[in-house]
């Protein structure tokens, strides 16, 4: 439906102007309206660039229950010593003065023949195009022992914020030669490097305070995002200090237990002082309740993310099944700008350009120590598509490595500002 | 034999009747050339740095590789990203400086002429460490550096700005709209053509950064122009 309308529009440019929103639209209320779920790296820059680039021609509304949002990239370089919590947080503030509407609710129901969103606080709000970006949730049972009661004795600080700081005061206090364990997430989930580079964050805030510490992972992946470099770096730096268990030696075999702080490793059991549990995922739960989920995911087409169920719906970030780009901050951002291209065409006729996606993920092993790994890629008819890619190499020197972690600073002043205002 | 075809080749790709006797360039020449250089740059036995560095050991050196010499932004960052000065690397600086840092502060236009450069060239390497090492240039090389100053029709593309902007959303990730640069350099603000030259050498890989090489890689001549002429509006 959205192709069609789009094509033609696009067939006929003379009279796309003159079609403008009224027709599309219909119905007494002036202007279309797009409705945006999630203020983070997806959501936040959709709206913004469907409010900033059709001049005033849509009614954009961000629904996003936090009035500060805490980024979660950067977040384990608070765990490192690196960022203040306080430098990680964002208000609304630029893009509500900009003229988005930026309604601080809970989404809890999507009503996609009347076209509404419920919310929490009462009463619902109407849409022409949806735009969903809620992230993650975690899936129920996917690390046994362990559920949402227990995230305060074992954070899973995937969320950033307050399990962010959780996590950091626990590993603060930990006994001196004390045991941080991990159980890292199965595929696909939020951050490939994430889970690495805080491992890397927890061993350097340890070399510092408590260097007899010891690290364990437990990880179900044979494999993991940018490994040579992290393997490389964790051994230039720290040593000894970290110990991974992947699948051949029971890393998907285990069980936890937080009021007895143990972990079960294939029948072995470890006590630890602070255990950091990363569930598997799937798309925030909002995805599920509109019903446009396919397993864990939200099947979406590549050339203007727009759900495979809903064609006026548009799922953007970790909660898309997408293809082959990661789930990351970079990679919703640059599918906001696809989509609100695309959506913005849809209802005022304006130009619709093809897709472009790109995505780097920078990762801080030590200080000054940054590596990057990054992927352009391109719309196809089954999915978002690899076109090129690259990686830091092993054995960089000094100077290229410092060079790396500055340009993922600027990185982050860039993203936030292109999000937010 | 060998010897010879590679001389014939090199005078068809050079047009010029014959080769000096070091294969890529004439010393000899290339001191007179360097008059040119030299209110900037000291060469030989105690040279020191002046207003540019001094260039003993150029060959195989880092850019901007002098501690203690203030380099420009720009070249300071291309060193960092691993630009390592070669005969190749120093050819197309020689020939544009633009090339390979937008903000550098060697004011100097370049050389245009392929044999006035391989003469430059070779009257340096004298003052390399290592001469013998430094590879003689392949006529690929050559035949590369000829083309390294984009032909006039790329330069004159009229760019569709309402595309610019839709593509330069794709650089506002990391690249501040407001032109600040902390660790990623400023896209705004900048001359046309001194976008689409820097474009250019990316795409083609010439500058070392590999995102940069990235993006740039998958753009088309005609998107690198509605980038400029975006960002060259964005000015107004």
């Known amino acids: 439906m959205t192709l069609n309308r789009r094509h033609f529009l696009g067939a006929t440019a003379a009279g796309a102007a003159a079609l403008s929103a009224p027709m599309v639209m219909g119905g007494s209320h002036s202007k279309p309206r797009v409705v945006v779920v999630g203020g983070g790296a997806g959501g936040a820059t959709a709206a913004r660039y469907i409010n900033k680039d059709s001049g005033g021609e849509i009614d954009v509304t961000l629904i996003e229950p936090t009035r500060r949002y805490y980024t979660c990239f950067f977040s384990n370089l608070y765990i490192g010593g690196f960022q203040e919590m306080e430098d990680l947080g964002h208000g609304y503030g630029n893009l509500a003065s900009q003229g988005v509407n930026v309604v601080h609710d809970w989404a809890v129901g999507i009503d996609r023949d009347a076209k509404t969103v419920a919310l929490a606080g009462g009463g619902s709000v109407p849409y022409d195009k949806l735009i969903l970006s809620p992230g993650i949730d975690f899936v129920d049972g996917s690390v046994p022992g362990w559920d949402l009661s227990a995230q305060n004795a074992m954070p899973h600080a995937y969320k950033a914020g307050s399990q962010t700081e959780l996590l950091k005061a626990q590993i603060m206090a930990m006994p001196e030669g004390g045991t941080f364990a991990m159980i890292a997430p199965p595929n696909p989930y939020r951050c490939p490097p994430g889970p690495y580079e805080r491992i890397s964050m927890v061993a350097h805030a340890l070399k510092a305070n408590n260097p007899t510490a010891k690290i364990l992972v437990v990880d179900p992946k044979p494999k993991f995002s940018k490994q040579g470099l992290f393997e490389e770096g964790w051994n230039n730096h720290y040593g000894g200090m970290i110990e991974r268990i992947g699948p051949d030696f029971g890393g998907e075999n285990f069980t936890v237990d937080p009021a007895a702080m143990t972990v079960d490793i294939d029948g072995s059991v470890e006590n630890v002082d602070v255990c950091n549990v990363i569930p598997a995922m799937k798309a925030g739960r909002i995805c599920e309740m509109a019903g446009i989920t396919d397993g864990n995911w939200a099947p979406v087409n590549a050339a203007d993310m727009s759900s495979k169920m809903d064609a006026d719906i548009h799922v953007l970030g970790d909660a898309s099944a997408q293809g082959d780009m990661p789930k990351s901050g970079f990679s919703a951002n640059s599918q906001a700008k696809v989509c609100a291209n695309a959506v913005r065409g849809a209802l005022t006729g304006s130009r619709v350009f093809p897709a472009k996606f790109s995505n780097t993920c920078w990762s801080l092993i030590d200080t000054d120590d940054g590596v990057k790994v990054g992927a352009t890629y391109e719309a196809t008819d089954e999915k978002i598509a690899k076109v090129d890619g690259f990686i830091s190499q092993t054995g960089e020197d000094a100077a290229l490595r410092k060079a790396t972690y500055e340009e993922s600073l600027g990185w982050y002043s860039g993203i936030t500002a292109d999000m937010l205002g | ?236």
């Open chain 2, 1 to 236: 034999m060998k010897h010879l075809k590679f001389s014939l080749l090199a005078a068809m790709v050079w047009a010029l009747p014959a080769m000096a006797a070091d294969d890529f360039g004439n010393a000899e020449n290339g001191a007179e050339i360097f008059d040119e250089c030299s209110g900037c740059h000291e060469l030989g036995q105690g040279a020191e740095n002046g207003i540019g560095p001094h260039l003993n050991g150029i060959f195989g050196r880092k850019a901007a590789g002098i501690d203690g010499f203030t380099y420009s932004e720009s070249l300071t960052r291309a060193g960092n990203d691993g630009l390592v000065w070669d005969l190749e690397k120093l050819g197309y600086y020689i020939e544009n400086p633009q090339i390979f840092a937008s903000g550098t502060r060697m004011s100097y236009d370049g050389l245009e002429d392929p044999q006035e450069r391989a003469d430059l060239l070779a009257f340096l390497r004298i003052y390399s460490d290592n001469p013998q090492n430094i590879p003689e240039a392949a006529p690929t090389a050559i035949a590369a550096a000829l083309e390294v100053r984009l032909p006039p029709d790329i330069l004159e593309i009229q760019g569709d700005s309402e595309y610019g902007e839709y593509l330069s959303s794709e650089c506002l990730t990391c690249h501040r709209a407001d032109g600040a640069a902390e660790g990623i350099p400023s896209i705004t603000f900048w001359p046309e053509e001194d976008f689409v030259i820097a474009m250019h050498a990316y795409k083609r890989k010439l500058r070392p950064h590999p995102v940069m090489q990235m993006m740039a890689g998958r753009l088309n001549n005609e998107e690198i122009a509605a980038l400029a002429a975006y960002f060259a509006e964005l000015e107004e």
